[in-house]
């Protein structure tokens, strides 16, 4: 069983950053791909990006970002502290949602229905 905590949300101005953490705890983090997706009121879930599990555990694996967050966002992972990053600059009011990470060992990168562990949601707010 994998707990993530995502913390760092909050409100921003159109044009500013803000930085997502996600902390893991009670499985082996290196070996899973870990996703972010957001959800907006009235929206489906939407993929953000994801990183792969590294071939060395101190390493960073593959990261796919979704178009329309590509080049404005990056994520980032750190084996040695359980946890995973994402950072998020020239946000824009479409980024408004709320922020999940989710831990994977299904292969299954962009879509949801791949993950299983979920954290509870950090909200993001970019105001215009």
């Known amino acids: 069983q994998v707990q993530l905590v995502e913390s760092g949300g909050g409100l921003v101005q159109t044009g500013g950053s803000l930085r997502l953490s996600c902390a893991a705890s009670g499985g082996s983090f290196s070996r899973y791909t870990m996703g972010w997706f957001r959800q907006a009121p009235g929206k489906e879930r939407e993929f953000v990006g994801a990183?792969?599990?590294?071939?060395?555990?101190?390493?960073?694996?593959?990261?796919y970002y979704s178009d329309s967050v590509k080049g404005r966002f990056t994520i980032s992972r750190d084996n040695a502290k359980n946890t995973v990053a994402l950072q998020m600059n020239s946000l824009k009011p479409e980024d408004t949602a709320v922020y999940s990470c989710?831990?994977?060992?299904?292969?299954?990168?962009?879509?949801?229905?791949?993950?299983?562990?979920w954290g509870q949601g950090t909200q993001v707010t970019v105001s215009s």
């Open positions: 989710a831990a994977s060992l299904s292969g299954v990168v962009r879509h949801p229905d791949g993950y299983t562990y």
């Open positions: 990183v792969t599990p590294g071939r060395i555990t101190w390493n960073s694996g593959n990261v």
